[in-house]
């Protein structure tokens, strides 16, 4: 080995640890990451209580509940948009039980479709407690002249409804109401893109090790 090859040797071999040791970590945050979800999966699907007396955000997100109550007659329209299925609005209403009033994400209309009226009487309501963020700087305001929101805001949606910052998402509900359809709180969305990433450095430190081979290569060519 020429003098000349030393630091191009050494260029190649840090840049190659530095990669691979960026592919590494993105395999423990995947390992992280699916721990994580797989927490979330199994507290969405565990046997549903009744609503606590005191909720609080950071513990009770995805809580399964289970309530007997009656819905209101306001509502909030949401719009959304659903892969292969397209634009629809997702019914957010009051509902009354136990002395309380919170909101239930019902599900999702077409967005051609006529709303369907609150059904009368008592209903018994299971879902799940969920805090969306889906606002941010780029989320219009609601169109008040249409009643149309672009995202769920628990604490603005509240103030609009008069109700306790509460929204469960519903799976079911007795009696249920089939023109609208329940949309389930679940993990997608979550984004879980750590093997991507890892795939992403791990390629990039086999180009940086066959680059400086053949950066060493050349280098050799010309001095013999």
Not at 107 to 119: K, N, Q, W, Y
Not at 153 to 181: C, F, H, N, W, Y
Request: aromatic share 8%; hydrophobic share 45%.
């Amino acid at each position: 080995m020429t003098k000349r090859m030393i630091l191009p040797l050494l260029f190649g071999l840090i840049g190659c640890a530095i990669l691979v040791s960026l592919g590494t970590w993105q395999v423990k945050r995947l390992a992280w990451k699916e721990a994580i979800l797989s927490e979330i999966d199994a507290r969405i699907t565990a046997p549903a209580v009744a609503l606590p007396e005191s909720i609080d955000p950071d513990v009770d997100v995805y809580l399964p509940v289970q309530a007997q109550g009656t819905f209101g007659d306001d509502r909030i329209r949401v719009l959304v948009s659903q892969k292969k299925v397209g634009a629809g609005y997702r019914i957010i209403s009051p509902f009354t039980t136990n002395g309380r009033t919170i909101m239930v994400d019902r599900g999702v209309i077409p967005i051609a479709d006529e709303l369907p009226t609150s059904p009368t009487g008592s209903v018994e309501v299971t879902g799940n407690l969920h805090w969306p963020n889906e606002v941010d700087s780029y989320t219009p305001d609601p169109d008040t002249n249409r009643d149309i929101w672009f995202a769920r805001d628990v604490e603005q949606m509240a103030a609009k409804l008069g109700t306790d910052p509460v929204l469960l998402i519903l799976r079911s509900a007795t009696p249920a109401t089939p023109e609208i359809l329940p949309l389930p709180v679940s993990r997608f969305g979550i984004p879980n893109d750590h093997l991507s990433y890892a795939i992403t450095w791990f390629s990039l430190a086999t180009i940086w090790f066959v680059m400086t081979g053949i950066l060493l290569w050349r280098i050799r060519q010309r001095t013999v």
